[in-house]
């Protein structure tokens, strides 16, 4: 690990407990960089650190509510300890659930909510950590495949998903000069705790069994399968790298194909 494509750099991913983000870390930490774990249980956070150093990396766990401001700008500095740096920065910190358009003011508050998560908390880590993030740095939003295309019933999740994109190209532009990227990685159907709950009331709302739903769920893509966190974590550790110093402002969609520009 320590010669690996990141090593020397620090990372901090957020959401970084479980499913995606936990696939993440393990991988930046695989690839050398010391891994600051966000998470908002310490319990969560911690599990991951030692997953890390039991394979012989460096990690720190990070308490970061990415819906708490305060809890955002200590997170973040203290993510940066102790040479007040945060190379790489992965917002992965997200939620799902619908948000019926037809809804009573239930559904507002469903809207509040994964919008004040999934963007504006991207949006509050993205602040805060600017200050820290040298020149050349890297930073890697997750968005959706949803946020490149519309899904009834899920109004909100979309809206989240799409304005990351837009976030995305926005602060691509606003960096550029120092030399700091900022990509999205799109994610189709993957198969994590949120991914399982997503795919499940899918298949509810067409009255199929659990098994059909995930059979309905892999059929969405040509390639035919569910994702697993691993595959997302590659693709975030790639744009992470140096070989992508020159890829900026892009929506990469993994998806087995369900999406084709």
């Known amino acids: 690990m320590a ?28 690839e050398g960089a010391h891994l ?4 908002r249980k310490e319990s969560d956070g911690a599990a991951v650190v030692a997953e890390i ?12 509510d990415v819906v708490d401001a305060a809890s955002v700008a200590t997170g973040v500095e203290r993510a940066a300890r102790p040479d007040r740096r945060i190379d790489i920065l992965v917002n992965n910190a997200g939620i799902g659930g619908p948000s019926p ?3 009573d003011e239930r559904s507002d508050e469903a809207w509040q909510r994964i919008l004040d998560v999934n963007l504006t908390g991207t949006w509050r880590v993205c602040r805060a950590a600017r200050p820290f993030l040298p020149d050349g740095g890297r930073i890697v939003n997750l968005s959706s495949v949803t946020g490149r295309f519309g899904v009834a019933g899920m109004a909100a999740y979309s809206a989240s998903k799409h304005g990351i994109i837009g976030l995305t190209r926005t602060l691509a532009l606003e960096l550029a000069p120092r030399k ?10 993957v198969d994590t705790e949120m991914g399982r709950s ?15 739903a995930f ?18 974590a590659g693709l975030v550790a790639y744009l992470a790298s140096p070989e992508a110093k020159n890829i900026t402002g892009q929506a990469l969609v ?8």
Do not use: H, Y
């Not at 600051?36 to 998470?39: I, L, R, S, T």
């Not at 993994?254 to 084709?260: E, L, P, R, S, Y």
């Open 3 to 30: 010669d690996g494509r990141l090593a020397g750099k620090t990372a901090l991913v957020t959401g970084a407990g479980r499913g995606i983000g936990r696939a993440i870390a393990l991988r930046l930490a695989e």
């Open 36 to 39: 600051a774990v966000g998470a």
């Open 53 to 64: 150093r039991n394979a012989g990396g460096s990690a720190s766990a990070v308490l970061l």
């Open 101 to 103: 358009f037809d809804g």
């Open 180 to 189: 700091i990227t900022v990509n999205a990685v799109c994610p189709g159907w």
């Open 198 to 212: 997503g795919i499940v009331l899918m298949g509810k709302t067409m009255q199929k069994s659990v098994e059909e």
């Open 215 to 232: 059979q309905l769920a892999a059929r969405m893509a040509p390639l035919g399968e569910v994702l697993s966190p691993p595959e997302v």
């Open 254 to 261: 993994i998806d087995g194909g369900q999406v084709m520009p």
